[in-house]
C-alpha cells in the first residue's frame, strides 16, 4: 500500500477522514461500504471503460508540443484532456459515480460547480441516464461561465443559485451539502474534486487516475520509458492534478508539481495560494489545508479562473505538500493569461485558464534540456473566451 494513498480509516497521513452532520452519516456511510465493491465488479469496469472509450473519447492523447518544447529548450508532452466530450477532465470522474449512483438505486443527482465544467460533466451524464439533476452554481460563476450554464440547462439540468458567501465554489458546496442533508435516500452527491469527506476523495481520484494509467502507456511507446520526469497540474480542490500523479505517487524520480491559483499575488488579499497561506482545518467534511482566519473562519478565495478559486485543497494534496513528495507553487492571473495565449500562439490551442496555471509555472523551471516534461491540459478555453478577450481586449 502506498504510503501517499488513503489508509482504511479514510486519511492520508493527519488528512482526510469524514467531519460529516449526522444526518449524512447514513449516505456516506453507505458510500464508504459500498464503493469499492462495486467498482471492482466485471460489470461496472466494462460498462465504466466502454462509456470512456465510445462517449468520452478515451485514450485522450498525448500530444508532442513541438513548439512549446522549442521555446523552453526541453521535450514537453500535452495530455489532452480538453479534447474529452464536454471538454474537460471532469467527465471521467462524472461517469463513475453516475455508474455508481444507479447500483445504489439512486434517483435524483445534484452537484455543485464552479467553473462549470463538473456541472455541465454531472448534467450531461444524468442525460445519458435519464436521471434528475440539479446543479448548485455560486451567483458570480453563473455571470462569468454562461455558456456552461446554457448548457446544462439544455441538458435538463436544473441551476441553483448560491447567493450567500462570496457566491463562488464553497458556498455552491455548502449548498449542495445542504440539499443532500434534506434528501438523503434517493438522492447521490456527485462531489467534483478530491475533496469532501471520505470516501470522497479516493474514490474520485481513482476515476481520475485513468489520465496517468494512459500517460504511463503513451510515454512508453513514445520514448520507450513510461516515466517522465517532471509531471504538471493546476490544483483548485485537485482532481485533474490527482489522476494525473496517481500512477507517478511512488516512482520517486517523477517530480509532481501542483500548481495553484496566486490571483493578484500571493500576500494581496486576492488570492487562492492554499499552501502558501493556508493552516490545517476542516473543510467540507475532511481535514486538509485550508485558508482561513486566526478565529478558523474561510478566507474568501480569488482567482480570475472559476475553477481554482476554492480555499483548501483535497486531503491527498495536503500530504503530497506536507510529505515534500510534491512541489506545491503558484502562478498569478497575469501569468496564467500570458501563458494560455502563448500556448495558442504557439500550438493552435486555447487551454482553459485553470490549465494555463500550469503551463505558466513552465517559465519558473530552470531546464537542463533532455527532460521529457507532461503538462495535463485539464479543459479548453471555450468557456473562457470572454475573459481572454476582455484581458487581452481582442
Partial sequence: MSIYQVNEKGYYGPFGGAYIPEML????????????KIIEEKSFQEEFNQLLRDYVGRPSPLYHAKRLSEKYGTTIYLKREDLNHTGAHKINNTIGQILLAERLGKK????ETGAGQHGVATATVCALKGIQCAVYMGEIDIQRQAPNVARMKMMGAEVIAATSGSKTLKDATNEALRD?????????????????????????????????????KQLLEKTGKATPDMVLACVGGGSNAAGMFYHFLDEESVQLYAVEAAGHGVHSGESAATTAL????????????????????????YSISAGLDYPGIGPQHAWLFRSGRGNYVS??????????????????IIPAIESAHALAYLAKIPFKGDETVVICLSGRG????????????F
Avoid at 108 to 111: Q, Y
Avoid at 182 to 211: C, E, K, L
Avoid at 279 to 289: A, C, D, M, N
Fill in 25 to 36: 452519516y447514513p449516505n456516506v456511510e453507505e458510500l464508504r461500504e459500498e464503493y469499492l
Fill in 382 to 393: 471555450d468557456k473562457d473566451l470572454d475573459n481572454y478577450m476582455k484581458y487581452f481586449d
Fill in 331 to 348: 502562478i498569478t492571473d497575469d501569468e496564467a493569461m500570458q501563458a494560455g495565449l502563448e500556448l495558442t500562439r504557439l500550438e493552435g
Fill in 180 to 216: 443532500w442533508i434534506n434528501n438523503p435516500i434517493d438522492t447521490h452527491y456527485i462531489i467534483g474534486s478530491v475533496v469532501g469527506p471520505h470516501p470522497y476523495p479516493d474514490m474520485v481520484a481513482r476515476f481520475q487516475s485513468i489520465i496517468s494509467e494512459e500517460t504511463k
Fill in 278 to 301: 493556508g493552516k490545517e482545518g476542516v473543510l467540507h467534511g475532511s481535514r486538509s489545508i485550508l485558508m482561513q482566519t486566526e478565529d478558523g473562519q474561510v478566507v474568501e478565495p
Fill in 108 to 111: 435524483r443527482i445534484i452537484a
